[in-house]
């Protein structure tokens, strides 16, 4: 059916010729031009990033055509003989994260002892859902780090309090075509940048195929629409006793809204109004008829099928892998790393759970997030790279030292091998490395998220994101799916917060 | 003359002078050897405690918007804001549920525990070392296993009651607005009853054997001898242990926060982790020292009522 692939096979419907049967569909008043444009829409006004540009094709075209010399490239920036120490915060790997992720995380902390022999780096690696709390706190004490490599969604609060420094691409060697604009604006307050992009990345449909089978769906066809969704899942809960859709709904996790609002988004709502081409952030749109719509989704597979898992109000994707693994949800939303992942699972089994987990693994399978009545959608997520404040570090910020580690890490090479399983490259030179061709041999279903990017919309770029999307997005969830309160209720609930916050500013 | 006939004496006794009450200053001034070596003591609490105190009650007037991290001046607001919102009496009843619950039934059954372990058997030792368990195991670590052994999908108490038929659905308690309290509560007293175990135990040691057995001589009932001559001598360590408890329930975040964050929809949501989510995921220092605040003064009275418990029957110190 739909493939992302070239082909001359007449059968397979690629974007390519799906532009030219609406175009024709148009012109013969088959569909309106605003269907068609609705079933076209992806979000490239926002993020800059057009799939005639970054799709399947011209990413490996573009892959092994540029050599890169990393320790130059440093050291003609900032001499090899600075000195000073570094402290450097990021969220790294954890214990169930692929291998290749955790060598490479070491290698990246090697090589820069090898580039800068005297700059003692001092790494910590913080959890996801600590991360946060953790440098507020410390910047809040005057103890931050030097640098801190940060989730995209985060950054913004430090820059309007003055927790993070004012720079400049060029001091980096960077220029801005070297970025999407979208990951530019992540890094953008008040006119100035405030930090630098290290990666970009957007996720993907996952399913089970032999579920699907067991099932009675089409094993190759996954989901197009959410209501979709919601019907497969019920099939598969009715068919098989399994759970279908592997939904996240815990407050405080990440995993939740970056599951939740491409959702909201498809249907034509959105937490404030980042959904528009031209986002203001001073209204919401999440008790609009289309973010209500949404929430039903949820409602429906939570409590009306009873489809999704009991567990989901205290789940995250780490819970969901489990599931998965086991064989015990058909459907969910992630990265690329999720594959490599589930192998890693399945090497460790033993005996029958290991057949069992082998058999899963054969029959993963990735695409396209489905898509609502108004668009397709996924969170354009990453992460950043900031140097801290002298005022958030309680000292001086070691410049140079900092400058040579914040150049590393966007560099093409770093952010590309630092983000190896499950994101991509935010300086866009990283694309044209031997090291992204390896990738896209090595790493299954990575062109799929990578077809996902033109339908990225990026959280709120506002202070207020964090509270938004981590507290009352998922207590929306929770109000709505233990029936606290009507779906509707627990919208205008969410709205009427929003609006407090908006109002406190 | 007999001494017997002696006329008695008349004891005239010398009139004492009562002296003047000394004030303060001049008891600190005899003293002075005594307040010299408690001083740096002193000095560390009042850097760690006293500062951050002064500094929360400050806080606690201004709001903090997150966009700008400026304080203002707000007065009283942020205490009217709390008092006011349905939330706070929501998580305030939560609070007690939880308080209540955890400080009683860890209560019975430490006290429970205390008792069968009183009088020797075989074995006792080990079952005694085995019931200490839980109090040692570290928090975060028992949150997890517990929240592992409880999961509404995949834990072990649900796949069990499965597979041995007594369920045909998940059982769900951490994923349930009704259950997910007792649940807490349980796995709270789960943690916390070795502690009352241990005090009562040492308090058991102290009831004189003597009066348990002229009881026993009079007829009294296993029950009566428990009643009014075990009871009344723990009354001291009762009070104590039952304080200690309510407190640091009051106090206990790590829990609840790892195994359901307050969730579902904030059915498990304490004063403690509001002020968590207040502080740190909404930024909103002053409100969040407001409600510490309250709290505090809460904690003041309770520690006023422990503090009498304490000092109840020890004997003035004169100077």
Redesign the interface.
């Known amino acids: 059916m739909f493939s992302h692939e070239p082909t001359r096979n007449p059968l397979i419907i690629n974007r390519r010729r799906l532009m030219g049967f609406l175009a024709g569909a148009v012109a013969t008043g088959i569909v309106t031009k605003s269907e068609a444009l609705a079933y076209l829409q992806d979000s490239s006004a926002k993020t800059g990033v057009t799939a005639e540009e970054w799709n399947p094709e011209t990413i490996k075209a573009l892959a092994g055509t540029r050599e890169v010399d990393t320790e130059a490239d440093l050291h003609a920036l900032v001499p090899e003989t600075t000195e000073g120490t570094i402290q450097y915060w990021n969220v790294g790997p954890t214990e169930p994260d692929p291998q290749i992720t955790k060598d490479l995380y070491q290698e990246f902390q090697d090589t820069f002892a090898r580039y800068y022999p005297n700059i003692t780096l001092e790494n910590q690696n913080v959890g996801y859902n600590d991360m946060l709390?953790k440098i507020?706190?410390a910047a809040?004490g005057g103890a931050a780090p030097d640098v801190a490599k940060m989730p995209i969604l985060w950054g913004v609060?430090f820059a309007?309090?003055?927790?993070t420094s004012e720079v400049t691409l060029e001091e980096f060697g960077w220029t801005a075509e070297q970025f999407w604009p979208g990951a530019l604006k992540s890094v953008t307050w008040d006119g100035k940048l405030y930090g630098v992009p290290t990666n970009n990345e957007t996720m993907a449909f996952i399913w089970n195929k032999q579920i699907f089978a067991d099932a009675g769906l089409d094993p190759e066809s996954p989901p197009t629409t959410w209501a979709d969704v919601v019907a497969y899942s019920n099939q598969i809960k009715q068919e098989t006793g399994k759970?279908g859709y592997g939904m996240v709904a815990?407050?405080?996790?990440g995993n939740t809204p970056f599951r939740f609002m491409p959702v909201m988004w498809a249907y034509g709502g959105s937490a404030l109004d980042e959904a528009v081409d031209e986002p203001t952030y001073e209204t919401t749109m999440i008790n609009s008829p289309e973010g209500i719509a949404a929430l039903q989704t949820y409602y429906d597979m939570y409590v009306r099928d009873g489809s999704v898992?009991?567990?989901?109000?205290?789940n995250t994707q780490t819970?969901n892998q489990?599931?998965f693994i086991?064989g015990?949800i058909a459907m969910m939303i992630s990265h690329p790393s999720e594959y490599v992942a589930m192998q890693g699972r399945a090497a460790g089994a033993t005996g029958a759970d290991k057949e069992r987990a082998d058999q899963i693994v054969a029959n993963m399978a990735y695409g396209l997030i489905p898509e609502g009545p108004v668009r397709r959608a996924v969170v354009f997520g990453g992460s950043n790279a900031h140097i801290m404040s002298d005022a958030a570090h309680g000292a001086p910020v070691n410049r140079d030292a900092a400058r040579a580690l914040v150049a590393m890490l966007t560099g093409p090479e770093w952010s590309l091998k630092n983000n190896w399983t499950d994101s991509n490259p935010a300086n866009l030179v990283g694309f044209e490395t031997k090291w992204m061709k390896q990738r896209l041999e090595e790493i299954a279903f990575l062109e799929v998220t990578t077809a996902m990017l033109p339908y990225g919309i990026p959280f709120p770029v506002?202070?207020?994101s964090?509270?938004v999307m981590?507290?009352i997005v998922p207590?929306m969830l929770?109000?709505a799916?233990?029936e606290?309160m009507t779906v509707e209720e627990a919208a205008n609930d969410a709205a009427d917060r929003i609006n407090a916050l908006i109002a406190?500013? | 003359m007999a001494i017997a006939e002696a006329p008695a004496l008349a004891v005239r006794r010398a009139p004492v002078a009562v002296p003047a009450r000394e004030t303060l200053g001049r008891r600190i001034t005899r003293h002075w050897a005594d307040y010299l070596y408690v001083l740096p003591a002193l000095l560390v609490m009042l850097v760690v405690i006293g500062y951050p105190l002064v500094y929360t009650v400050w806080l606690s007037f201004h709001a903090t918007p997150p966009r700008t991290g400026e304080w203002v001046f707000n007065g009283t607001q942020n205490y009217q804001d709390i008092l006011s919102g349905p939330r706070f009496w929501r998580i305030t009843m939560n609070t007690i549920y939880w308080t209540v619950g955890s400080t009683l039934f860890a209560f019975i059954l430490g006290f429970g525990a205390a008792l069968a372990l009183h009088n020797p058997f075989r074995g006792r030792g080990v079952v005694r070392a085995l019931l200490l368990i839980p109090w040692v195991v570290s928090a975060v670590a028992a949150a997890y296993v517990w929240r592992w052994i409880l999961h509404s999908d995949y834990g072990l108490v649900s796949g069990m009651l499965r597979s041995w038929g007594v369920i045909d659905r998940p059982l769900v308690l951490l994923d349930s607005k009704s259950y997910v309290m007792p649940t807490l509560i349980a796995v709270n007293v789960w943690k916390e009853f070795p502690f009352v175990m241990v005090m009562l135990t040492a308090g058991l040691q102290t009831v004189p054997e003597g009066l348990l057995r002229a009881a026993r001589i009079d007829g009294a009932s296993t029950w009566d001898q428990f009643w009014h001559v075990t009871v009344p001598h723990l009354k001291g360590v009762i009070l104590i242990t039952t304080l200690l408890l309510f407190v640091g329930n009051l106090n206990s975040f790590t829990l609840v926060w790892l195994m359901t964050g307050g969730g579902p929809a904030n059915a498990s949501q304490l004063w403690i982790t509001e002020i968590y989510n207040i502080a740190f995921r909404s930024l909103q220092y002053g409100m969040a020292s407001a409600f510490s605040v309250i709290l505090f003064i809460i904690m003041l009275a309770l520690g006023y009522f422990y503090v009498k418990a304490l000092t109840m029957n020890a004997p003035r110190r004169e100077g």
Do not use: C
Request: proline share 8%; net charge negative.
């Open positions: 709390d507020r706190t809040a609060e309007a309090r003055g927790d759970n815990k407050v405080n996790a898992p009991t567990s989901a109000l205290t819970e489990d599931l086991a015990e506002v202070p207020e964090p509270e981590n507290i207590e929770q109000n799916l233990t606290t406190s500013r």
